[in-house]
């Protein structure tokens, strides 16, 4: 189970604990969050070779499920992991129309600059609402909650998912042959009440992919309901 920005192995408790009747369940803190350490510099590819040591700790086999950026983790890996036998993307937040804003070319490098000087805070808040387009009316109720210290621990490693999302924040269409050796069967999910940009890059995910479908949960959000995806694992998993 591979999360996105600002979650750690908890942020997968529920959706575990349901699974774990039918399948054996990793959920991981990814590098630098929670109990995972971190070795500058940066790269992706050191998140593949974590994710592709989990899938030869359980066996040398396994389903990977990604939900978010974790999703375009996922992918990633599943390019050079082949005991990845199974791909489940719960909407990748690709920008590939001009269904919302593209994202600024300095956004990875503001993200940095604002952990590095130790304004979390403000990396959070420049996340919400320049990458995921939350309201700036809605930070202060935001930054009151009970939850929004847990997001600053976390903010150290907002960039990280800047890099993993790539070029692929700008409005442009998916390139169809990044990803053509990812031959295995996967499952692209979007939530039928999410924003349009987010179902549209679900759909373009699944045409370019060689093996995919696309499932829309009727009345779900970038935050699925675990009881509803459940059942929806299980099947394409087992099938």
């Given amino acids: 189970m591979v999360g996105g920005a600002l979650s750690d192995r908890r942020a997968a408790a529920t959706l575990a604990e349901l699974l774990a009747p039918s399948f054996t369940v990793y959920a991981?803190?990814?590098?630098?969050?929670?109990?995972?350490?971190?070795?500058p510099p940066y790269a992706v590819q050191r998140e593949v070779e974590?994710?592709?040591a989990l899938v030869q700790h359980s066996g040398g086999t396994a389903f990977a499920f990604g939900h978010s950026s974790g999703a375009v983790l996922a992918l990633e890996a599943a390019l050079e992991t082949p005991g990845i036998r199974k791909l489940v993307l719960y909407e990748p937040p690709f920008i590939v129309d001009d269904s919302r804003p593209p994202l600024p070319g300095d956004f990875v490098e503001h993200l940095r600059e604002l952990t590095a000087t130790g304004r979390r805070g403000e990396a959070v808040e420049y996340f919400m609402t320049t990458g995921v387009g939350?309201?700036?009316?809605?930070i202060p109720s935001m930054?009151?909650?009970?939850?929004?210290?847990?997001?600053?621990a976390l903010a150290h490693t907002l960039w990280y998912d800047g890099v993993i999302m790539g070029d692929n924040m700008v409005g442009k269409p998916l390139s169809a042959d990044r990803w053509s050796s990812v031959t295995i069967p996967t499952l692209v999910i979007d939530g039928g009440a999410s924003p349009p940009s987010l179902r549209n890059a679900a759909h373009q995910l699944a045409d370019?992919?060689?093996?995919?479908?696309r499932l829309t949960m009727e009345g779900q959000t970038h935050e699925v309901d675990p009881a509803l995806l459940v059942p929806v694992l299980t099947e394409f998993f087992s099938s």
């Fill in 28 to 39: 991981y803190d990814r590098r630098g969050r929670g109990d995972s350490s971190d070795t």
């Fill in 50 to 52: 974590d994710l592709r």
């Fill in 134 to 138: 939350a309201p700036a009316e809605a």
């Fill in 143 to 152: 930054r009151e909650s009970p939850f929004w210290p847990s997001l600053e």
């Fill in 208 to 213: 370019v992919l060689l093996n995919a479908r």
